[in-house]
Nanobody
Framework: QAQLAESGGGLVQAGGSLRLSCAASGRTFSNYDMGWFRQAPGKEREFVAAISRSGDSTYYADSVKGRFTISRDNAKNTVYLQMISLKPEDTAVYYC?????????????????WGQGTQVTVSS
């Protein structure tokens, strides 16, 4: 069983930046592709970004492309989400997730493990 713990959320003004971290334990981190999802109040959880286990491939939702960057450090068992130029519509609980399969990284059902989430609030 893998455990995932997100951190780095908070309150930021529009145009600001945050970096989220997700620390993994319990499994060999480098065996998993990783992803970030978010869920705003009253909405479904949606894909934000994903990264392959080697870090060579990354994927982004159109809404965050050019503003968010996903990265990972396998030596530290940690995946990051750097967010710049934040907008009020980025406000959500952000979740990291791990998956063993490699197809369709934007599909929520393909992920095996989930963290508890971290709140990101962007004020206008």
């Amino acid at each position: 069983q893998a455990q995932l713990a997100e951190s780095g959320g908070g309150l930021v003004q529009a145009g600001g930046s945050l970096r989220l971290s997700c620390a993994a334990s319990g499994r060999t981190f480098s065996n998993y592709d990783m992803g970030w999802f978010r869920q705003a109040p009253g909405k479904e959880r949606e894909f934000v970004a994903a990264i392959s286990r080697s870090g060579d491939s990354t994927y982004y939702a159109d809404s965050v492309k050019g503003r968010f960057t996903i990265s990972r450090d396998n030596a530290k068992n940690t995946v990051y989400l750097q967010m710049i130029s934040l907008k009020p519509e980025d406000t959500a609980v952000y979740y990291c997730a791990a998956r063993s399969i490699t197809i369709a990284p934007w599909t929520r059902g393909n992920y095996d493990y989930w963290g508890q989430g971290t709140q990101v609030t962007v004020s206008s």
